[in-house]
DNA sequence: TTCGATCATTGACTTTCTCAACGGTATGGG
DNA sequence: CCCATACCGTTGAGAAAGTCAATGATCGAA
């Protein structure tokens, strides 16, 4: 009941501050593009703030996300999917582990790469992070409405990959 | 002629390399926060590449964009719409003018402000640039249809802000 | 066995982000 | 007019994120 911030219950279409809506007609507000970038800042933005209490951010949730998927994915398969450098994800991996939320297990087929999965508390965390994330999310699609987010969801997975 | 990348004449619905699409059908596929970081790296990492002969990449040409539309932006103003801090601004037009592509022209109404124009060759830069991220945004969004297109835009600009 | 490729890891470096401070300037109240 | 306060651009420092090359261990195939 605290959140201050936005969609104020009066102020119908009041974007943001004033001075922003002047460049909305520009040429920047119609690419694809930046628009992607901006709502991406915002989430993330958003997500991160809500996040902070439980000591971790989007990016390790994304990694524990999978750690406790039961998938079995190996470091090097979660760097593709989260478009980021193996490097990077050993030190996701490294603070999950220290926060005895993720586990590395060296996968028996093969000994290069090892599996992470999450361990109890992991799976704790994970789902208290989940449900923050929805709550995130959801402030953060405010106007939309849920079958304008479902489309929203479809167009993204296509051009996500 | 030459980019040898994705979008193979062939294989309809072959996602990225193989292995990643183990993990479509997990959570985090279904995160449109997620699918949005997703985007946008794969956009703003092909837009850079397409931009790097002119010398500029995605930040400098929202910037040079904003100088180009004859609105008369401060930096205050452009920060505030790119949702970047004023001191990255600074930067940002301090390489532009470096390149002589924009102009400081203090603001006769407010002394305090500085309003960015775009030179002659801050205006060809543009051009230029704006239709190498056509292209780039085309490539990025291959799969969607044009009314596809114009939904996103709309669902983006209803959350980007 | 040996050679080339792959995986996780490390290290160095650049870019981007975030924040605090400072000088110059505007604005409003006494 | 003078003053306190707030704002703009700028600088600087430090954290976070992204990029790239090299290495040891392991795999797979010749």
Redesign the pocket.
């Known amino acids: 009941m605290s959140t201050s911030t936005r969609r104020g219950a009066s102020a119908p279409d009041a974007l943001e501050d004033q001075g922003t809506e002047r460049f909305l007609a520009g040429e920047l507000a119609q690419q694809i593009q930046f628009l992607t970038?901006r709502a991406r800042?915002r989430g993330s933005?958003h997500a991160?703030h809500m996040l902070a209490p439980l000591g971790i951010?989007?990016?390790q949730y994304s990694v524990l996300s999978l750690a406790a998927s039961g998938l079995k994915p190996?470091?090097?398969?979660?760097?593709e999917f989260l478009?980021?450098?193996?490097?990077?994800?050993?030190?996701l991996?490294?603070s999950l582990e220290d926060l005895g939320a993720v586990q590395?297990e060296t996968?028996?087929?093969?000994?290069?790469?090892?599996?992470?999965v999450a361990t109890e508390a992991g799976m704790e965390l994970f789902e208290k992070a989940r449900e923050v994330l929805l709550e995130s999310e959801d402030a953060t699609l405010g106007t939309l409405s849920a079958r304008e987010r479902k489309q929203l969801r479809g167009l993204l997975l296509k051009i996500a990959f």
Chains 1, 2 share one sequence.
């Open positions: 970038a800042g933005g991160n951010k989007v990016r190996s470091q090097r398969e979660m760097g478009a980021l450098d193996p490097s990077q994800i050993v030190a991996v490294d590395r996968d028996p087929r093969d000994r290069r790469s090892k599996i992470i």
